[in-house]
């Protein structure tokens, strides 16, 4: 059978939690690791991922943080998946994050007169993930 090469390239990414959706331009860090040996069983390593999109308006990202700082004990843990398309606008890979809280919020660099795309990147650690 012949290799679909459209299918295999992500033409666009997304992020949902919580009922929301959310489009992104760059997902780094996606690793899963195993750690310790407990009577022949592996453990996920926490992990993290940076995730980045176009500034906008929407506040999610920035609300979920402020979840993260105000309570004290530990963060905001959220269901999460990492959606990848096809240029069909079709699911290729679903990456479903366990139990991710936010870590940082970061805007990009901000340039009077530039023509490059103000963007804000939110990075995530998590308890591993499953592929769906």
């Known amino acids: 059978m012949p290799l679909d090469h459209d299918s295999a390239v992500g033409h666009s990414f ?7 959706n959310v489009v992104l331009m760059d997902v780094v860090g996606l690793v899963l690791s195993v750690f310790g040996l407990d009577r022949g069983v592996t453990r996920p390593q926490p992990s993290s991922v940076t995730l980045v999109r176009g500034l906008t308006s929407d506040r999610h990202f920035v609300q979920w943080v402020h979840e993260a700082q105000a309570r004290k004990e530990g963060a905001v843990a959220r269901q999460t998946t990492v959606v990848v398309f096809a240029h069909d606008g079709s699911p290729v890979a679903r990456y479903h994050l366990e139990n991710a809280w936010p870590s940082k919020l970061e805007i990009g660099g901000l340039k009077s007169g530039s023509t490059e795309v ?3 990147s939110i990075t995530l650690c998590h308890e591993g993930f499953e592929i769906r």
Do not use: K, R
């Open 14 to 20: 997304g992020l949902e939690f919580e009922g929301v």
């Open 118 to 120: 103000a963007v804000e």
